[in-house]
């Protein structure tokens, strides 16, 4: 059939390189039947003429081991500038050194009477120095196997050809190596040791040769691992045969010889047949390297970039942390820091504090990546403006799902429960790829907020715990690499240090308000007291004089007089007299130290005393009066005149304050104060409350929102609590005020001490 000639001829002419292919391959695999043919052929016909004439075929084959020899060395050191290896130069100049003493081992060989005076010992002596020199070539010339080129051909001429002169001097003419062979006793330990030695040269050369395969094509690392195999059968064939004989000495030579022509064609093959595929594998091998390095130097400026983002990232967030030191503000950064993708790579982030006293992690605020107020980034640098949150941001971000998730967790403070408590106790940041594998606490917690793969590193400042920061990728379930972890040391290192210092700023300020209101408190101390001491004269004064009003007020009242209206006059004379005595009385205890009289007291009783003097009262103003008792109440210590003053002001007040009628509640009770049992009694009115800007004056004495009052009753009542150790305090409730007196069962500053000075 003819062939169709529309088709286009190819330019890459495929199939003249298809059938060119397959002649070399069949070329080669031809050439290499034919030499083991002719190897085996030659071999057969040499060992059948050692049988008639053993020196003839010994001569031969050393001759012929010697001109393949030379022929190593010439081809590999015409070709050394072709082929950029110092494997092949190394390896010839050493086989021209090895043939070199094999020359003279043959003109030394008994028979051949060729040197003077060279004995059988040292012709032995030549072919082990030559078989050492054969060894040491291959192994250095494996040693160099892609390496550098760093010391001179020359050199290494010069090196094998010096030791070859001085072992060659040593065994002949000098004689003054041991002896090899004994006769009737066979190989000395000397030549035994000396066969081994090369044995473990050529076996070291071999192993380094299959470790570095990769630097010589297939076929020549075929042929050379075959050399050295024959080299090394060559060497045993001696020291393993007790008998030396024609037999062992021709298969030891013809061995050696089939090695030799092996190394020759793996030169012939390296150099002159294929030198481009040695050269382009150097190329190829230097071409990778040269990607690898590539590859490391971009590895390493990606790693450059990357910290020199986070470095400006941390730098942005320390510029927004410096401008509030809010805590609750800075909370709400740091978390939308972390959950930038940018540069965090984080999805999610939350803030536990850490109560040492109770042992208990607190979940405090939760934050995730793409909520109003997190930082979404397209592109290029974060303005630091923008990682502070706005108010409205804030409150979004409290009121979503996963915090109020968050704020319900409870966690123990137990490194065996769960993960964050290991990264308080042990300081560190704990990584958690997979939170089923945690404790049942732990998967508890993981289940609670869907958590993925989670770290959690521990916010403190010169050791002193404020908290744990935890992120995690719930969405990805991408794990925290060892690189975000080291990042987020630094994060939570610097977040540590900025909440430290707004919890230092924010307790500064605390203290400053504390000293100023005791300032205030001291000058106001002050001038109650300079006012005290005035009031106290005034009224030592004026008590005197009011003596004598009242009482001849009082005998005007009792007489009739002329004006009917003038003992309406007297009567008012006297009530107003009584009212400034009372007032008077009042200043006068106020002002004078009291002493507390310690005896057991029973508050119910003493409640039943205030209310039955005040029952009268409360009816004339139709007031409801009712006395709860919770329980039987304990017999306490206390100055049972002061303590019904006390309550009996208390009572008053009330009744002052609902003169349009109302319902006054006396409670008693058991509780605790500080701690400790204590009695409990409220007092609680109808009367509309106490206004937000006079609740903190209505302690202090002179103030007084009723028209009649001295503002003293309320004052004397705080003190006297006081000096019971007790505390008194003022709630608004629903329809009016409530007073609270706790009273402890024995004030502990005078146990066992009957009076105590106020």
């Known amino acids: 059939m003819a062939q169709d000639s529309s088709q286009p001829a190819s330019n890459d002419h495929p199939a003249w390189s298809t059938a060119d292919g397959d002649h070399l391959s069949f070329l080669s695999r031809l050439s290499f039947k034919a030499g083991l043919a002719a190897v085996l052929s030659v071999g057969l016909l040499l060992f059948l003429a050692s049988r008639y004439n053993d020196l003839l075929v010994h001569t031969l084959i050393e001759l012929a081991g010697i001109v393949l020899s030379g022929a190593v060395f010439l081809i590999g050191w015409n070709t050394r500038h072709l082929v950029r290896n110092r494997f092949f130069v190394i390896l010839a100049i050493g086989f021209l050194a090895a043939g070199l003493v094999d020359l003279l081992h043959t003109l030394a060989y008994e028979g051949m009477n060729v040197l003077p005076a060279a004995s059988a010992a040292a012709s032995t002596h030549l072919w082990l120095i030559g078989r050492i020199l054969s060894a040491v070539a291959f192994l250095c010339a494996t040693l160099s196997l892609g390496r550098g080129s760093n010391s001179s051909i020359k050199l290494w001429l010069a090196g094998f050809l010096g030791i070859a002169t001085l072992l060659c001097l040593l065994a002949w003419p000098f004689d003054l190596l041991p002896l090899p062979y004994l006769e009737g006793v066979g190989m000395t330990p000397f030549r035994i040791a000396v066969e081994y030695v090369v044995i473990s040269l050529l076996a070291i050369a071999a192993a380094l040769l299959w470790v570095r395969r990769r630097q010589l094509n297939q076929r020549l690392v075929a042929s050379l691992l075959g050399a050295l195999v024959l080299n090394i059968l060559a060497e045993l064939v001696f020291p393993l045969s007790r008998d030396f004989n024609g037999s062992t000495d021709f298969i030891g030579h013809y061995f050696k010889l089939t090695g030799g022509l092996l190394v020759y064609y793996a030169l012939v093959e390296g150099t002159l047949r294929t030198p481009f595929v040695t050269l382009f594998r150097d190329?190829?091998?230097?071409?990778?390297?040269?990607?690898?390095?590539?590859?490391?130097?971009?590895?390493?400026?990606?790693?450059?970039?990357?910290?020199?983002?986070?470095?400006?990232?941390?730098?942005?967030?320390?510029?927004?942390?410096?401008?509030?030191?809010?805590?609750?503000?800075?909370?709400?950064?740091?978390?939308?820091?972390?959950?930038?993708?940018?540069?965090?790579?984080?999805?999610?982030?939350?803030?536990?504090?850490?109560?040492?006293?109770?042992?208990?992690?607190?979940?405090?605020?939760?934050?995730?990546?793409?909520?109003?107020?997190?930082?979404?980034?397209?592109?290029?640098?974060?303005?630091w403006e923008r990682l502070l949150p706005g108010r409205e941001e804030c409150e979004l971000q409290r009121h979503s799902d996963y915090n109020l998730s968050v704020i319900k967790q409870r966690l123990p403070l137990d490194a065996d429960d769960n993960a964050l408590a290991r990264a308080c106790i042990e300081n560190r940041v704990i990584l958690v790829p997979d939170p089923q594998q945690e404790p049942d606490g732990g998967r508890r917690f993981a289940d609670n907020l869907s958590l993925g793969p989670y770290a959690c590193a521990p916010l403190s400042e010169h050791e002193q715990l404020l908290g744990v920061l935890m992120v995690d990728n719930p969405q990805s379930k991408a794990e925290i690499t060892p690189d975000r972890r080291h990042f987020l040391e630094l994060f939570a290192g610097m977040a540590g240090t900025t909440l430290s210092t707004a919890g230092l700023v924010k307790r500064l300020e605390l203290a400053h308000d504390e000293l100023r209101d005791v300032q205030e408190q001291l000058i106001q101390g002050e001038k109650l007291a300079v006012l005290g001491e005035m009031a106290a004269q005034v009224a030592h004064e004026l008590k005197n004089p009011l003596v004598s009003i009242g009482g001849f007020a009082q005998r005007l009242t009792r007489q009739e007089l002329a004006d009917p209206r003038a003992n309406e006059y007297a009567s008012i004379i006297a009530r107003e007299v009584r009212r400034m005595e009372e007032m008077l009385g009042n200043i006068l205890a106020f002002s004078k130290k009291q002493l507390v009289c310690l005896e057991p007291c029973d508050v119910n009783v003493i409640l039943q005393e205030v209310l039955s003097l005040e029952r009268e009262h409360c009816q004339r103003q139709n007031i409801t009066l009712e006395f709860l008792l919770k329980s039987p109440l304990p017999i306490i210590l206390g100055d049972l005149r002061q303590l019904r003053q006390v309550f009996h002001n208390l009572t008053i007040n009330a009744r002052q304050v609902m003169a349009k009628g109302g319902t006054l509640t006396v409670r008693a009770g058991a509780g605790i104060l500080r701690g400790d049992q204590a009695v409990v009694i409220e007092v609680e009115d109808t009367g509309g409350g106490i206004a937000p800007e006079v609740m903190r004056n209505i302690f202090n004495p002179f103030f007084t929102t009723y028209p009649k009052g001295t503002g003293l009753g309320l004052s004397i009542s705080h003190r006297i609590i006081a000096h019971h150790h007790g505390e008194i305090e003022v709630l608004n409730g629903e329809k009016g005020a409530r007073f609270i007196v706790s009273l402890p069962l024995a004030p502990p500053s005078i146990s066992g001490v009957d009076k105590h000075r106020a």
């Open 283 to 383: 190329m190829t091998q230097s071409y990778e390297e040269l990607n690898q390095e590539l590859k490391r130097r971009l590895a390493a400026e990606k790693k450059q970039e990357a910290s020199h983002r986070e470095i400006t990232f941390l730098y942005q967030v320390s510029r927004a942390m410096h401008k509030t030191l809010n805590l609750d503000e800075l909370a709400h950064l740091i978390l939308t820091a972390a959950t930038i993708d940018t540069v965090c790579g984080f999805e999610r982030a939350t803030f536990f504090t850490v109560n040492r006293r109770t042992g208990i992690l607190q979940g405090m605020l939760g934050v995730t990546h793409g909520l109003p107020g997190s930082v979404i980034v397209q592109g290029g640098e974060i303005p």
